[in-house]
Nanobody, 124 residues
Framework: QVQVVESGGGLVRAGGSLTLSCAAS????????VGWFRQAPGKEREFIGR????????DYAGAVKGRFTISRDTTKDMVYLHMNTLALEDTALYFC?????????????????WGQGTQVTVSS
């Protein structure tokens, strides 16, 4: 059973920054695309961004483009979501998910393995 774990969530003031981390019980790089999603109470799970299995391609949702970036550490086999200029509407449970490279869609349905999420709360 593949396990995915997110960490780094917390409480941050509006305008602040936070970095989330994603690790898995299997090798990530070279095997999976890694996506970040979030879900606010009462809302559907929303795509934020994705890094390809090669690490060479990035996709970002319009709502976070220019504020959020994804990076990776190949030595640690981890993926990070760097969030800047956080706003109240960024408050959500943030998820990391693994997607087989053959799949290219951005829908949550195309991602196979999910973490439990890490809560990000932005305060005014």
């Amino acid at each position: 059973q593949v396990q995915v774990v997110e960490s780094g969530g917390g409480l941050v003031r509006a305008g602040g920054s936070l970095t989330l981390s994603c690790a898995a019980s299997v090798r990530i790089f070279g095997l999976y695309n890694v996506g970040w999603f979030r879900q606010a109470p009462g809302k559907e799970r929303e795509f934020i961004g994705r890094i390809s299995w090669t690490g060479g391609t990035f996709d970002y949702a319009g709502a976070v483009k220019g504020r959020f970036t994804i990076s990776r550490d190949t030595t640690k086999d981890m993926v990070y979501l760097h969030m800047n200029t956080l706003a109240l509407e960024d408050t959500a449970l943030y998820f990391c998910a693994l997607q087989r490279p053959i799949l290219t869609g951005l829908s949550p349905l195309s991602f196979e393995y999910w973490g439990q999420g890490t809560q990000v709360t932005v305060s005014s």
